[in-house]
């Protein structure tokens, strides 16, 4: 039931301390779970995989409630452990030797009731270090020995100093360096354990409920996709194979399948994903074997994140009592409930990127590389108003670097990158004038050219920011022609060879497709920190830590380290970066993290629009979600494993009048949960004797709002079709 759905989750980048003395008494035998919320956030997530968090804050939120890391930041932003029970490390300056042995904690387990042991640490590190994949985090283990090596396939994946052994795992270094920052560094939720059998199942496991297992107090029950007519797009990843005239698939003299051309506009399944469970995992810090209650660690049994609700209907929802918490707060009622909301940094910064390869059209057939050159890059970016921007989007700070606010200047807490940030970017301030003056010097004239600006259609803020850049570059503005592309979400096309199959219970996030294979012109994202070091934001624009997959077309000796998605290339930038990762004083250290980003705020690859701030706002006389202050800073402000609500059948009563009252304004939307084929029809008395997300508020109920019971035929048809029900939703 929103239009949005997972701001509730801006607060959990951490996963909580576990509370192993607080049992609350529910025994696993129990029909009774506990209690179960409806919440209602912000938008949809298509990815659930910890190393794809980075380009939008709601995701990184969810995915902090699912997956565990080895430490953490408490609500102070101080290391903690987490995952692991302690470590050690041992130095050896004759031989050059320098190990860490990082211990598992012996009932970390994960949903399905498997130990989280080492093998699962040293999977996921490989798979972020692969020269066969990208991943920007892979420079926060570039310490361990060949790892960075590893990563530009000079040696093999048996050579990276790392081995598993039970709950043991052992680092080897390539020498001496500064462990509090690797530890920091392990504090990131794309290095988080993960399990082997699980994720080379499938390339979609993130994505499925029924392949997914988590490390964190919750996991993923179900979800939920609705689809609403064919929309014609351009899917890169599309990978039908191709029909013959006798309806066979079509192979190449070897055998092997022959799929569709995926260059051209086709129509596909517009599908959204409507609603999403998240479920107490009953295995988090608690022993089953010893018959433990089942909320020892995690309070809640259920959440239910219903996606498809407007933003009215959220402020309306929230405001008669049956929407607890609202966060990632939708961008059209921001103002309206600002001053109840509660803020804090988010360590984001939305982003847009600049494609420098893109052929840009400007009415010849091979176009221009019009965003490789520096002044084109300057002028746009000092076209943009941000204070206005920002003020529009309510929860945000006009951008004074691409470093956002809560990242560390150092390995600590005690200075932050912003604070101790001197420099005032001249490209970052608002000039009009400047800005058509740099065009005319690089001989550009803007009316000549026409690009596109890709949004990810589910996501309103992003979709604002585009409007204010088509202002701001347009006719009106710089004089460009410029589109907003916006990419939305199929139904999954893609031919999965290991199963022979399509798999239908999926969405394709084809804004997220275009972004991985840099096929775009001008792409909005969200820049979330992999980590609190300013070192894990920079990094990525230096060709050796891009993290971007080899480029493996030629001979074994040819292959060549790939660019930032950007093809931002900058030999100064290099070589600076290179200092910086060998650099082991800490004040040195930070005075050359602080050039590089003036550089890139010279050479402009990337244009900070804003920073981000997370903000929710909460029903606290309903809901007690165990908060120390209401002025939590971002590391650990709100956690939902401990999470109550006061007086839970007034709550449920609140809650199904609501669904019950608006049911018919619900359904109206086809994407919405309500919408679907198996809803749609229904009457608000039908629905409530139907089995649904929200047969808990319904279930044995006797609200004075609900009709007098059915008679026993009537009773008797709504069971069929309830069984009807059930196999259509299965």
Known sequence: MTKRIIALFLCIVAC??????CSKGIDPQSEDRGQQFTMYLSESIYDLDPVNAYTNESTRSVVGMLFDTLFRLDEKGKVRNSLA????????????????YIYIKEDARWSDNIPVTADDVVFAWKRVLSYNESHEAAALLYDIKNARAYSEAEVTEDDIGLWADDRLVTIQFEGPIDYDQFILNLTSLALAPLREDVVSKNVDWAKKSSIMVSSGPFKLSKVGYSANGAV????????????DENNKVMTDRDGNRIYIDATEYDSFKNQVMNSFIIER?????????????????????RILVDCSMSAEDIKKGYESGAILYVGDIPLSIRKDVKDSAIEGESMSTNTCYFNQNAYIDNGTEEGYQLFAIKEVRQALSMAIDRASIARDVVFAEAATGLVPMGVFDSNSIKSMFRDVSSNNFKYLSWNLTEADALLKAANITPSDYSFSITVAAYDDVHAYIAEALVAAWGPEGLGFNVTIKERGT????????????????????????DFKEGDFE?????????????????????????????????????????????GYESEEY???????????????????????????????????????KSAYIINDEVIDLKIKSKNSNYYMPVSFQTAEVKEYEDYLYDCAKFIYDNFDSFKTNPLSYFGSSVYSSLTADEFIGET??????????DYDFLPEPSTETETESSSESKSETTANED
């Open 16 to 21: 909580v301390a576990v509370f192993a003395g």
């Open 85 to 100: 029970e302690k470590y050690t490390v041992s130095e050896d300056k004759n031989t050059g030797e320098y190990y860490m």
């Open 232 to 243: 014609l797009y351009d899917d890169i990843n599309y990978s039908t194979p191709k029909i």
């Open 281 to 301: 995992n009953m295995y988090y810090y608690r022993n089953s074997d010893k018959n433990e209650y089942l909320d020892k660690s995690v309070t809640p049994y």
């Open 490 to 513: 199929v139904a999954n096309n893609d031919y999965h060879r290991d199963v022979k199959d399509i798999p239908s219970d999926l969405c394709d996030d084809l804004w997220a497709e």
């Open 522 to 566: 001008v792409i909005i994202i969200d820049l979330v920190a992999p980590s609190v070091d300013p070192f894990s934001v920079l990094a990525p624009f230096a060709k050796a830590f891009s993290g971007q997959s080899m480029d493996m077309t030629g001979s074994t000796e040819d292959y060549q380290l790939s660019s930032h998605v950007t």
């Open 574 to 612: 290099n070589s600076l970066m290179e200092k910086i990762f060998a650099e082991k004083n800490p004040e040195k250290r930070s005075a050359n993290l602080h050039n590089a980003e003036a550089i890139l705020m010279e050479d402009m690859p990337v244009i900070p629009i804003v920073f981000n």
């Open 692 to 701: 649904s997300n929200y047969s808990f508020l319904f279930d044995d109920k």
